[in-house]
């Protein structure tokens, strides 16, 4: 009987993603032609990850572990620890002053409406290629220049053994600050791994924990960055979740 609820439960997502990508979609899509109107399709992408975050019976509770606040007024590079897909609207809820713009799998442009408008507000990267992953930084770069802020969960994907607290870091967003002279805002998510995994049999409504860890300065070492990320990201992980 819970899975069949699950199921339900995961077919309501996709009748809800559809009819929100539509009505979202559009103004986002129309918008999206000029870069400097990115700032407002970006109201609109914003609206379409509440509804999709809150639609699905999703609440989220913040907690600052640091004084310190994302400059408004400059782009950064936004990290988090990635475990489920509603990552990617939790992070449009919390960046409210920071138009984001996300590096994600070529693969994605592939699904029906939603992939027509997310090769327009994402650097997609195909992972099997060298060239397309050295190329990220160039683009990624173009898009601070506009004054977008980026978005990498620096994982790299999911990992298939749900027993892994936190995957290995790729060095994509810390070569990227240190390139560009950006900071890394730090976050860490607790519980959606539980609430709304990759697991179509599994999951269920709830409150996600936010932990905002504080502010990275660009620095000459992105091994140094990448390291104190890491380590920052998996304590919370291990000293905060239940």
């Known amino acids: 009987m819970v899975k069949i609820l699950n199921y339900l439960w995961r077919f309501w997502l996709l009748i809800l993603a559809f009819v929100l990508t539509v009505i979202f979609g559009i103004p986002v899509y129309i918008l999206s032609f000029n870069k400097r ?3 407002y399709a970006y109201k609109f992408i914003r609206l379409w990850s ?3 975050f809150y639609g699905m019976g999703l609440r ?6 640091s004084d310190q606040k994302p400059d408004k007024n400059k782009p950064h590079v936004f990290i988090s620890n990635h475990t489920s897909i509603m990552d990617i609207m939790l992070m449009c809820i919390l960046c409210s002053k920071h138009p984001v713009c996300f590096v994600g799998k070529k693969e994605l442009v592939k699904i029906p409406i939603f992939g027509t408008i997310y090769k327009r507000i994402c650097v997609m990267v195909d992972r099997s290629s060298p060239r397309s992953r050295a190329d990220v930084y160039r683009r990624c770069a173009e898009k601070m220049e506009e004054g977008n802020s980026i978005v990498i969960f620096p994982e790299g994907g999911v990992p298939d053994d749900t027993s892994v607290i936190l995957d ?3 060095d994509g967003a810390f070569t990227l600050s240190s390139k560009h ?3 890394i805002a730090v976050y ?3 519980g959606l791994k539980e609430i709304f995994p990759f697991d179509n049999a599994k999951g269920h409504p709830g409150k996600v924990k936010v932990y905002f860890n504080g502010i990275l300065q660009p620095s000459d070492s992105p091994k140094e960055l990448k390291m104190s990320a890491f380590e920052t990201i998996k304590k919370t992980l291990v000293e905060r979740s239940i």
């Open 188 to 190: 860490t998510f607790i």
């Open 37 to 39: 109107h990115y700032k």
């Open 168 to 170: 290995e870091f790729k």
């Open 181 to 183: 002279n950006s900071p």
């Open 60 to 65: 989220y509770e913040v907690t600052n572990l």
């Open 50 to 52: 509440y509804a999709m």
